[in-house]
């Protein structure tokens, strides 16, 4: 080495040095390390990552980024560290020039370093020009170099107080003036620069701060600390919470998951074409015999699906594999620990270590546990980042499903399977993902302790690998029965869920009929069967329970009784037995987890099944309509058009052949049943289309003959999202009849609708509909029989400036469905629809002339309208509101059912009597003194109410939680199995420090002659201190089972009993919704997710106030960290729970 380092006091430098380093007092590297390693460290890493780093940068430009002070700095002092570097060259130059040479060393490395802080100065402008706010590769080379010149900084302080001066004046400068800039170099690197121009974040005002936070911000999640504190000093609310970054949104991640899904669909449909032409059989081949065809492509059941998992695995592997890899270290990691108690123990035992020795152990346990908490958060921010992303592609994928597929898929897949879907299911994979690394990382602990306990306790370790191989089929039994468990539990589920939608659609009608009794025991008994099923899934998770907590504690006891009892000269000493112990504890959380995370994977493969057959369902065809022009001159062609409502119902509309002429007015009409509505579905693209073709050119709008009101105000159910336009606004309403409505609503058009109009008319929901329509101006106009739910003579307004010749629609293309025969007259061409096909179509006089289907259709429908007709054409406000509004908000029934056509036609013809015998003056005095009081009334005028929201928001609790919640939840547990639960839980802790005190003095008993003696009473005592931990475990754990089931029978009891008997106004004023939710995901919280809380808070409580019971005897002084301790727990505690609850 002297031609690198040169000479030290007349001898040969050397690298390293045990005399200098280890076996010293005052320990220090050597010279020559100094001057070689610690310099080249930081450059030869800059060097290695700069290729890759590069090529990422050339890759991800995020905009531009302003020259800004923290960047100037920056590169002002990366370049002062190459000059200052490279002083330290020119000073060896100028010493070789004066014959005084130097070694390589004091050339290679300030001309390396030189050249290493200009490649940095590079970066940080690169990085800025590439938007890139805060470098980790960066940070982590300041970091390096800091921690590597540490050392040079110690050593020169030290060899100027031994020689009391300064050897090298000019490069102990330099040095300082180096470690000074490096220094604010990394102090500087650890903000982050303003975000970069032309980007989306900097657009947003209320965005994440973690998109712009430093690589140490993210590291330690210091970015987060503002929220924090707010939801400590108050509940949190929606405003409070930041945007979403790009990459978590919706509109980014479904998209990406249903692309991977579409190309797994065309890859099995690939696999499953297949170009065969069938060719005739001979004429030897009998019926019975199979053909070549049905060989090859075999029935719809045994095709291969397309595989869901495989599109997840594509869409969020590569982010998920992250936070593995940062799992895979941590798990190294883990084992470091144990190694270090070993040396520390042997420190300890050794009289002759040095004291720096035992500080050194101690500071690399603590930066290793520090190190491991970082790695493993970070770890599970990726995995809980993907699990968010994928519940939410999942739940937008079952969204945008249940809107696509046919009417057949519709009756295997029911409201409550895709509710469960949604919630329950999505909710399985964002739980599993946190942990779903355990399947590898498990069986790696396993592994590595088992190795490593090998070296300490030799082949009796094969006893505890045993144990473990018992217990892998009692665990596979158990997760083969949970699967069963869950794939019936849901089917009783879906069953629940489906008839409380049922129910609470049809909740008016069961309170008219006082049905509640009856509909609460169906309830109940689909309950009582999915109680049954958890009650045998509670007790395989308390079996489970069981297996793991006491897993660990029998590999260990088998272990150390064949260690002792094997040979008598093996000792259980302090060193073999507390560092065994620790690698015990590591076995514990994979022997802990991996039953739980393979019920976990059980779960979601029947999530997974349920998801992959709602998702392969059949879809509607977009080519079923096709959106162009075919005939010109036509909006609307279907040629020889042959439709049903699934591929194996029968036809229901066949051989249709239509031409719409662009801008007519064409009727369907027909009896009931005859098809109107299917053709109107046809030409939406809602039904199977087996043979013919169908187009619409232009834009379509569609009014059902069920009007469609959301729960908005009435303006914002007619814009629809569109712009506002006023004076088109006002002549939407004008033209649909809905000014008087305005004068009569609380809010005018701001009065809130309630959920499927329930503040409206049946006429208002079907005006508000069709002027919904009429606002969005589309091309063509599909028109359900909207005048049947109206009066004739705001039928006839309608029709004459909405529809008619001579209405706002004019010039557009428009398809009515209707029964009123004192319209046809007035449209261009009129279709008559008898048992699914066209039997006649023409003018009006052209189809009267013939004397066919239309004209029993006009001898069938004429009776009505001269009833009809008799009635005046335009009211009074005052006999419009007793003809309409009475009979549509009093009788409550559509305007278009039998009974309320039937009752509207005898109240206006009591009407028409009354006003022509001579009790007409009653009636008409009656009639003055209304108008009379009407006029009075209009001369003062009248303050405009507010609008007052009708559907109130959903609120949640905020703050701390009451305890009359936990009190609660308690009495339906039942108080006393509580106590007795507590009281179980404290036993198995003081069993379990029983078991580890009998472990610590078992190992202090003197050995004599190389043996222990009262080695079987020190077994058998330990054994029955884990087996008594282990029946308290199962028994707590039965025992909570059985409370948690009477809690979830009593509250979901409790919940159905109250929802059956509140009054109709609540269910009038509160979204359907919101109430399935309740019956939904909050049933499974209660069922499944509360029980297993309360268990881990349980144990985790008591496990840590045992521990600080063992600490605080053993340590007095340990008290004094417990209150500050506390305090910190408290504060992150308060801002966690309150950002839960939001």
Request: proline letters at 4%; a neutral charge.
């Amino acid at each position: 080495m002297e031609w690198l380092c040169g000479s030290e006091s007349g001898r040969p430098a050397r690298l390293w040095d045990h005399n200098v380093t280890i076996n010293t007092d005052n320990p220090d590297l050597t010279t020559c390390f100094q001057k070689t390693i610690l310099v080249w460290v930081p450059c030869v890493y800059l060097w290695v990552i700069f290729p890759l780093y590069f090529l990422y940068l050339r890759q991800s430009n995020r905009g531009y980024i302003r020259v800004t002070l923290l960047n100037r700095i920056k590169t002002i002092l990366g370049l002062l560290l190459w000059i200052v570097c490279w002083l330290d060259l020119f000073c060896s130059l100028a010493e070789v020039v004066n014959n005084r040479p130097k070694a390589a060393a004091y050339f290679i490395s300030p001309l390396l370093l030189g050249v290493t802080m200009l490649l940095a100065t590079f970066l940080i402008q690169y990085e800025r020009l590439r938007g890139m706010q805060s470098s980790g590769v960066l940070f982590l080379f300041w970091l390096i170099t800091l921690i590597c010149a540490v050392i040079p900084f110690r050593s020169k302080i030290l060899a100027t107080f031994n020689e009391d001066k300064v050897i090298d004046v000019f490069r102990f400068t330099t040095f300082y003036i180096y470690f000074a800039l490096v220094l604010i170099q990394f102090f500087l690197c650890c903000f982050s620069e303003p975000p970069p121009y032309f980007s989306a974040v900097s657009s947003n005002e209320n965005r994440c701060p973690e998109e712009g936070a430093g690589f140490l911000s993210r590291l330690t999640f210091w970015w987060f600390t503002r929220m924090a504190i707010q939801g400590y000093k108050h509940p949190l609310e929606d405003k409070d919470l930041w945007s979403l970054n790009k990459e978590d949104r919706s509109d980014v991640v479904v998209p990406k998951l249903l692309n991977e899904w579409e190309k797994q669909k065309l890859k099995v449909k690939r696999n499953q074409e297949a170009v065969y032409s069938k060719c005739p059989p001979p004429y030897n081949v009998t019926d019975q015999e199979p053909h070549e065809a049905e060989v090859l492509f075999p029935s719809k059941g045994d095709q291969k699906k397309p595989s869901f998992l495989i599109a997840l695995c594509r869409t969020f592997a590569p982010y998920f594999l992250l936070g593995s890899a940062l799992k895979l270290c941590q798990d190294l990691l883990s084992f470091v620990n144990p190694q270090l108690l070993n040396m520390l123990i042997s420190f300890i035992k050794s009289r002759e270590s040095r004291i720096w020795w035992g500080y050194s152990i101690s500071f690399l346990m603590f930066f290793s546990a520090a190190l491991q908490t970082i790695i493993l958060h970070q770890h599970f921010q990726y995995c809980f980042v993907t699990g968010m992303r994928l519940r939410t592609a999942i739940v937008g994928a079952i969204y945008r499903k249940s809107l696509v597929i046919t009417n057949s898929a519709k009756r295997s897949s029911t409201v409550g399977e895709i509710v469960n879907l949604m919630s329950v299911d999505a909710q399985r994979f964002m739980d599993l993902t946190g942990f779903l690394n355990m399947l590898w990382s498990a069986p790696l602990q396993i592994c590595l302790a088992l190795y490593f306990l090998w070296q300490y306790l030799g082949p009796s370790v094969l006893a505890g690998v045993a144990v473990m191989i018992l217990l892998i089929p009692f665990n596979a039994v158990i997760a083969m029965k949970s699967r069963s468990f869950q794939v019936q539990q849901m089917q009783h589920k879906d069953a629940r869920i489906k008839l409380m939608n049922e129910i609470l659609n049809g909740i008016k009608v069961l309170k008219l009929y006082a049905w509640e009794a009856s509909f609460e025991q169906k309830v109940l008994a689909i309950r009582q069967k999915e109680l049954s099923i958890l009650k045998k899934a509670a007790y395989l998770n308390a079996l489970s329970t069981f297996t793991w907590t006491t897993a660990p504690f029998i590999v260990a006891l088998t272990t150390f009784a064949v260690y002792v009892t094997v040979d008598e000269n093996n000792v259980l000493d302090a060193q073999k037995a507390f560092v065994s112990l620790s690698l015990f504890n590591i076995l514990r959380f994979p022997l802990n987890m991996l039953p739980q995370v393979i019920s976990g994977v059980v779960q979601a493969t029947v999530s997974l099944k349920r998801l992959q057959n709602f998702l392969s369902h059949d879809e509607l065809d977009p080519t079923n309509v096709e959106r162009q022009k075919i005939a010109t001159g036509h909006a609307i062609t279907m040629l020889n058009g042959t439709f049903s409502w699934g591929k194996t119902d029968p036809v229901v509309l066949n051989g249709i052949s239509l031409m719409v002429p662009q801008g007519s007015l064409v009727a369907v009409v027909g009896h009931v049943g005859c098809g109107k509505s299917s053709l109107i579905s046809a030409l939406l693209g809602e039904m199977e289309k087996l043979e013919g073709s169908v187009a619409i050119h232009g834009s379509v709008a569609y009014v059902p003959q069920q009007a469609w009101i959301r729960n908005a105000s009435l303006k914002d159910n007619i814009i629809f999202g569109e712009l506002l336009s006023e004076q088109k606004y006002q002549q939407v309403l004008e033209a649909c009849a809905l000014i008087t409505d305005l004068s009569v609503l609380p809010g005018g058009d701001q009065t809130e609708i309630g959920e499927k109009g329930i503040n409206l008319s049946g006429g208002q929901k079907q005006r508000v509909s069709l002027a919904r329509a009429v606002y969005s101006d589309m091309d063509v106009y599909l028109l359900d029989d909207p005048l049947s739910a109206v009066d004739a003579h705001v039928a006839k307004h309608i029709f004459d400036k909405v529809i008619g010749p001579e209405g706002v629609l004019k010039g557009k293309t428009r398809v009515l469905v209707t029964h009123g025969i004192s319209f046809l007259p007035q449209v261009d061409q009129i279709v008559v629809l008898v048992n699914g096909r066209i039997s006649e179509m023409g003018s009006y006089q052209e189809l009267q002339n013939q004397n066919g289907a239309f004209a029993e259709f006009l001898r069938n429908y004429a009776q009505r309208d001269d009833l009809e007709e008799d009635e005046p054409t335009v009211l009074d406000e005052e006999e419009e509101f007793l003809g309409e509004d009475t009979l549509s908000n009093h009788i409550d029934l559509g305007d278009n059912e039998p009974p309320a056509a039937e009752a509207r036609k005898q109240f206006m013809r009591q009407i028409s009597v009354i006003s022509s015998d001579g009790e007409a003056s009653t009636w008409k005095s009656t009639r003055r003194r209304l108008s009379e009081k009407k006029k009075v009334v209009d001369t003062v005028p009248q303050p405009k109410n507010e609008p007052k929201d009708l559907i109130q928001a959903e609120t949640a609790e905020t703050g701390r939680v009451k305890l009359i919640v936990f009190w609660q939840y308690l009495k339906a547990v039942g108080p006393f199995i509580s106590v007795v639960i507590c009281f179980l839980y404290c036993c198995q802790n003081a069993a379990a420090i029983g078991a580890n005190f009998w472990l610590s003095d078992w190992t202090n008993d003197p050995a004599f002659n190389r043996t222990q003696h009262q080695t079987y009473m020190r077994v058998g005592v330990y054994a029955a201190l884990g087996f008594t931990q282990g029946i308290l475990v199962l028994i707590s754990s039965f025992t909570l089972a059985l409370g948690g089931l009477a809690a979830a029978r009593q509250l979901h009891t409790r919940l159905l009993d109250n929802k059956l008997h509140t009054p109709q106004a609540f269910f009038d004023t509160t979204p359907i919704g919101r109430i399935i939710n309740r019956f939904g995901k909050d049933i499974n919280v209660i069922d499944e997710v509360i029980p297993l809380t309360f268990q881990m808070f349980l144990a985790t409580f008591f496990v840590s106030l045992s521990t600080m019971i063992v600490v605080v005897a053993s340590t007095p002084w340990f008290t004094l960290l417990i209150v500050p301790l506390a305090f910190v727990y408290f504060f992150v505690q308060g801002s966690s729970r309150s950002q839960a609850a939001l």
